[in-house]
């Protein structure tokens, strides 16, 4: 599959890749089970080696983004197709952040490399901007089901398409 010059990331939500109450106490939990989440999906190839790329980022510096969210990415030759997998955790959890707090919203991406190179940026500048608003953030915090997540996500994202269009 061949990649737009410009990725959207609505085109590669899956809401199978969301969970909203997941049970993880720290970092390396919740980075498990996301990676496991889009190996189940047939969205890796390689559970261990996708898991290795993403370990392989969080040491250059911290994913965390502040205001409760983390936005850790993997960028390997071992993603099937790009993707995001989302985790609301029932508890906060460490994680080396730009406000030094827990986070409580995770946005896994998987890049591959095969592919166009800045698909992980286009996708980490959509995600970024969707959720550059607090009262975004809680919203999404809010939902109680992954459809209504999804459709909320997706919302804001046209909110941010349109805004895009409007200051060409």
């Not at 089970?33 to 392989?56: H, I, P, T, W």
Request: with cysteine; glycine share 4%; hydrophobic share 40%.
């Amino acid at each position: 599959m061949r990649y737009m010059l410009y990725l959207n990331l609505i085109e590669i939500l899956d809401v199978n890749l969301i969970d909203l109450e997941m049970e993880a106490s720290s970092k390396d939990e919740v980075i498990h089970q996301l990676c496991s989440l889009l190996y189940e999906n047939g969205r890796v190839k390689d559970l261990e080696k996708f898991k290795e790329a993403v370990y392989e980022r969080e040491q250059i510096g911290e994913t965390g983004m502040g205001n409760q969210i983390a936005i850790p990415h993997g960028l390997t030759d071992q993603v099937n197709k790009a993707s995001v997998a989302i985790a609301k955790v029932k508890n906060p959890v460490e994680w080396e952040s730009l406000d030094d707090q827990p986070v409580r919203l995770i946005f896994l991406l998987a890049a591959p490399t095969n592919e166009l190179e800045k698909t992980h940026l286009q996708m980490l500048a959509q995600l970024a901007s969707v959720l550059a608003y607090k009262e975004h953030v809680d919203a999404l915090m809010g939902c109680e089901t992954k459809e209504q997540f999804f459709k909320l996500f997706e919302s804001y994202f046209d909110e941010f398409t349109r805004r895009k269009e409007e200051n060409k």
